[in-house]
């Protein structure tokens, strides 16, 4: 059974505060994805990893970061929270291929800037 | 660039009744369509795949290339299908998911 963890499920950071949210799978998956989740908008990819230290830009990366040190651990960086930054957060991985992509999420974090 | 619309933010329908949940979507070449499911206080999943062509849960999704659209369909609505829907696209050389805004199926007693 796929797991994709994802560290905390609330956080409540303040504005300017770097942020870090940290996801784990463990089935080997080359492909790891950011995604905020947020009412009427749906998914957007903020970024993904498609190998070790491999990032590539999704359709909102501005103010934030990614790290990929590791193949199971995926990190996105908030670099300087703001207020419109509050949404839900879902980590997914997959292998790589499209026609067989099922993409596996994480539980969410949910993140409140104040 | 590629792009997903689900029309109805909402749609609500009695037990029993059928459903339909639209998706329409923008691409020039031939895409491969996803249906995922998100119950309440469980993680987003896959429901069906257009290349699977297999029915789940009692739910179908036929891929229209004319009218570019991926509707979810289900002939008998059951209270436990409640959730939100959302339909997504990939292609070659994509490798991430692009989503639409989601449909919340909300199925009354």
């Known amino acids: 059974d796929v797991k994709v963890t994802q560290s905390s499920r609330y956080l409540v950071k303040r504005t300017g505060e770097k942020v870090f949210l940290e996801c784990v799978q463990d089935m080997d998956h080359e492909n790891m994805f950011w995604y905020r989740q947020d009412p009427g908008l749906g998914l957007r990819l903020i970024y993904f990893?498609?190998?070790?230290?491999?990032?590539e830009k999704g359709d909102i990366p501005e103010g934030y970061s990614v790290s990929r040190e590791k193949k199971e651990r995926f990190s996105l960086i908030l670099e300087s929270a703001s207020t419109n930054q509050t949404s839900m957060y879902l980590c997914a991985s997959s292998f790589p291929g499209f026609q067989n992509t099922e993409a596996f999420f994480g539980q969410g974090t949910r993140l409140t800037v104040v | 660039a590629q792009r997903v619309t689900q029309p109805e933010k909402l749609l609500s329908v009695f037990k029993g009744a059928p459903v339909e949940l639209k998706c329409n979507y923008s691409?020039?070449?031939?895409?491969?369509l996803f249906w995922y499911v998100q119950y309440s206080r469980q993680r987003l999943q896959l429901l069906l795949r257009?290349?699977s062509r297999e029915s789940i849960k009692g739910f179908t999704a036929d891929l229209n290339k004319g009218e570019t659209s991926f509707h979810l369909k289900k002939p008998f609505a059951q209270e436990e299908d409640s959730a939100m829907y959302y339909c997504?696209?990939?292609?070659?050389?994509?490798?991430?998911?692009?989503f639409g805004s989601g449909t919340r199926l909300q199925v009354q007693p």
């Open positions: 257009h290349i």
């Open positions: 691409y020039s070449g031939s895409p491969e």
């Open positions: 990893s498609y190998d070790v230290k491999m990032k």
């Open positions: 997504a696209l990939s292609y070659t050389g994509r490798r991430a998911l692009t």
